[in-house]
């Protein structure tokens, strides 16, 4: 099972948001360095995000935003909405939802 995964719903339709490009990325030594690449699959999910061991530290997960709403013709004010957080407990499983908007969005700890 993967350590880090995320789903990601388009609130304004009330559907999975199907092929957002993720990335994951690490920061060491004051340098991101991005750890994985992905798509969200047909029901909003990437579920192969980070299968590596993980470390404690701080990373940030980035979802194109941008590119997902001009597929669809759609306006946006964000161009990537970025997850960014601290790793302290390498043992865990981190899911890190996210819902979306053209003008929104939010995000939570998952199970």
Known sequence: MSKISTHILDTSLGKPAA???LWLEREQNGQWQTLAESHTDADGRAR???SDSLVTGHYRLSADL???FAADRRATLYATAIIDFVINDDAQHYHLPLLISPYSYSTYRGS
């Open 48 to 50: 192969d995000l980070m």
């Open 66 to 68: 941008g590119a997902y």
């Open 19 to 21: 092929g957002v490009r």
